[in-house]
């Protein structure tokens, strides 16, 4: 079972993503509600899998994806972003992010993304 950090600046934002990971047998391994945070909480946690939002106060999801991708070379990102963010998709893509997906999440977009990156 694919443990997965879910990171992203709203709650509520974190809660709808959990509910549907584990409804789908994915296990959450933490949550994050920073950049900051979650370059630390993937140290501690080593997961399988991030979901990480692109705009979030302290330090963005794009740079907390180069700090990520700099201590490990194989981490394995999903980058959740809102319509109109393409530029700072392509960055996430060239920064090594494997998937995005756009908000307001659609559960079965959000399972396929997953599955392609971690099966």
Do not use: H, W
Not at 24 to 40: L, R
């Amino acid at each position: 079972m694919a443990k997965i950090l879910v990171v992203d600046d709203a709650a509520f934002m974190r809660m709808m993503i959990k509910d549907i990971l584990t409804k789908n047998g994915y296990e959450v391994a933490g949550e994050a509600e920073n950049g900051a945070i979650a370059v630390s909480k993937y140290t501690e946690l080593k997961p399988d899998l991030v979901l990480m939002d692109i705009t979030m106060p302290e330090k963005d999801g794009i740079q907390a994806l180069k700090d990520i991708k700099a201590a490990d070379g194989g981490a394995k990102v999903i980058m959740c972003s809102a319509m109109g963010q393409q530029a700072m998709v392509i960055e996430a893509i060239q920064s090594g992010a494997k998937d995005f997906i756009v908000k307001p999440f659609q559960a079965d977009r959000v399972i396929e993304a997953v599955k392609k990156v971690v099966g």
